[in-house]
């Protein structure tokens, strides 16, 4: 089963920033919309940010202004670069591929492992 390669996680004080990157070996993940998710201890899975094959992006209102999607120029590899990290931002994150609503962690087929983002106070 094809997963994608995520790497980037860690620990960082609030107000750092880290960079997510999310690998695919897959043929369709250059032309398929990337997203990145994340879900907290005791909390529902929520959507951070997504980017079309055609560039578009798209933010949860919790991140816009702070974080960015972009992917590189073969488009195998989508990063989330996270600015003005918060403690709020503490979270496990998923890279997927394939949602056909960005916004919906349902219409995704393919997923990463998941990395651990960890922000103190």
């Known amino acids: 089963q094809v997963r994608h390669v995520q790497s980037g996680g860690g620990s960082v004080q609030a107000g750092g920033s880290l960079r997510l990157s999310c690998a695919s070996s897959?043929?369709?993940?250059?032309?398929?919309?990337v997203g990145w998710f994340r879900q907290a201890p005791g909390k529902q899975r929520e959507f951070v940010a997504a980017?079309?094959?055609?560039?578009?992006?798209f933010y949860g209102d919790s991140v816009k202004g702070r974080f960015i999607i972009s992917r590189d120029g073969a488009g195998n590899t989508v990063y989330l670069q996270m600015n003005s990290l918060k403690p709020e931002d503490t979270a496990d994150y998923y890279c997927?591929?394939?949602?056909?609503?960005?916004?919906?962690?349902?219409?995704?087929?393919?997923w990463g492992l998941g990395t651990q983002v960890t922000v103190s106070s």
């Open positions: 897959a043929r369709s993940f250059s032309t398929s919309a």
């Open positions: 980017i079309k094959a055609i560039g578009t992006t």
């Open positions: 997927a591929s394939g949602g056909y609503i960005v916004t919906n962690a349902l219409t995704y087929d393919t």
